[in-house]
């Protein structure tokens, strides 16, 4: 295969929201390649480098990689990782010598995105909370710890002292024999008002900003996404954003607001978010870069 039809093939998914340009459109059917599955005596990969629901392998820079090669009416070889490993998908009429061609062209792009998420993912699980009296989490960027107190009538967030280095601490109605998923649910229910109305002031002070109107705000709790938005002005918000500092915040909320402007990731909205976020690029990375504890 040529230089230029290569080319032409690979289509890498590198912007946190266009990554769902790799979900199936309505009446696209993927189909997995069952012929190509992957032999049970060929030498295991590191776990992340598997993907879980692999049918193909290929050597990448010298290491095994386990992939999902997905086929799709498409024109273009879209690659994906994240948490589970590497995702293909690929024409239903490109063949699997093209397939792996586009593979090796972009080995080193790969392997360096595959290690950096078998980074995340140790991380990931550093960050896991341990519920119970005295679970740590972070709130805006900073810690807070969680005192079970079964003498309150309501969830209390009391600031952390000036002096001392003291987190700050949120009094959880719940005796100190709440199972973890009592307190789990006690704190995201109070996480999660904080976040409307959090969000309620940030959408507030970034619209008119914008020159734009926002009508109805949603609370997602999907694993991937953090924000998204609808030409009638609907904002959806993770509220998960909760756990980054109010600048992440505040880029999200006006990432989804310029959206309202302009409904793509052309240079023109990236030039309408930096109107009101100069330094959107350093905080979309610090997104991308710190995890969130795991909620399952």
Known sequence: MNGPVRGRLVQLALDLWDAVDLQPKPGETPAIQAPTAIKPEAPQTDAALRHPQANRRTALQGVAVDYLLQRARRRSIGFRVDGDGLSVRAPNSASIGAIESAL?????????????????????????????????LPYLGAPLAVVLDGARRGAQLVPAPQEGGAPATLHVPLARSANPEQVRDAVQAWLMRQ???????RLEHFAPLLQVRWTRLALSSAQSRWGSARADGSIRLNWRLMHFSPAVIDYVVAHELAHLRVMDHSPRFWDTVATVVPDYAALRQRLRDEPTPPWQ
């Open 104 to 136: 090796q062209a972009k080995a080193g792009w790969i392997v360096r995105k595959l290690a950096e998420q078998r980074d995340y993912q140790r991380r990931l699980e550093g960050a896991r909370i341990a519920w119970g009296d005295g679970a740590r």
């Open 195 to 201: 976040a409307r109305a959090h969000f309620t002031g």
